[in-house]
């Protein structure tokens, strides 16, 4: 089971849930993907390609969980679409947020997991390391987890609400028509200027059946358990 965390909160949760999309971006981003890609090339400092990184390593039926900040995690999602570049305004996530991917919602259970019903075993502790150690490096928009804490998650979520109910009403499609989708900026000897390019590349790229390439380095498709653009951790 792939699955990830995606950061809501009080405002933005519920305009994603009912719109059926989760963004990234900041203040400032580009509202044209070609001058966003041009930006960054030109001051690494940028953060565009991490986030492009984080969203590429999504795959469509991979199972999302909306995080609400100060609340808790909602559930049961899954990835509807590849990644896209949109920013179209819907309610209050803006332009600021054109980084996006459609979800669908699977289960719906009304009643979030709080984040300290994470910790309160040690159980639990052992399979949401994840989350502590991201706690401790800073937030992501996009927080890839192992299949043990996804189980976990649901567990969790059966336990507070019991069956899931049927979704909102409210909840809908996608409901703007002008995605474009995202691309990498490689050179044609297959070069790449900037390290976050290549990370992105490799986590768009990693379970390509087709890539003899990546095959010689990673093995077997069927190999892999588990992969993210960003694994936390911390050394004491």
Not at 78 to 87: E, G, N, T, V
Not at 163 to 177: A, D, F, T
Not at 184 to 196: A, F, R, S
């Amino acid at each position: 089971m792939r699955a990830h965390v995606f950061i809501t909160d009080k405002d933005t949760f519920p305009v994603v849930r009912d719109n059926s999309f989760w963004g990234v971006g900041i203040n400032g981003i580009p509202d044209n993907f070609g001058k966003l890609i041009d930006e960054n090339l030109r001051n690494d400092k940028k953060p565009y390609f991490r986030m492009i990184g984080d969203i590429l390593g999504t795959r469509i039926g991979d199972i999302v969980f909306l995080y609400e900040r100060q609340v808790g995690f909602h559930g049961i999602y899954k990835i509807a679409s590849k990644p896209f570049f949109d920013p179209t305004p819907i309610g209050c996530v803006d332009e600021t947020w054109p980084i996006r991917i459609e979800i669908e919602c699977l289960n719906y259970f009304p009643q979030p997991v709080p984040e300290d019903y994470l910790f309160s075993t040690k159980e639990y502790e052992s399979k949401f390391w994840g989350w502590f150690y991201r706690k401790i490096q800073g937030a992501r928009g996009v927080n890839t987890i192992n299949p043990e804490a996804a189980e976990a998650l649901i567990e969790l979520l059966v336990k507070i609400n019991g069956n899931s109910i049927n979704k909102p009403s409210q909840i809908k499609q996608y409901p703007s028509n002008n995605k474009n989708p995202i691309y990498l900026p490689l050179n044609e000897d297959g070069k790449v200027k900037l390290e976050d390019i290549l990370r992105a590349w490799l986590i768009a790229n990693i379970d390509d059946k087709n890539r003899k390439d990546l095959r010689e380095i990673f093995g077997p498709v069927e190999d892999l358990e588990w992969f993210a653009n960003n694994v936390p951790y911390h050394v004491t």
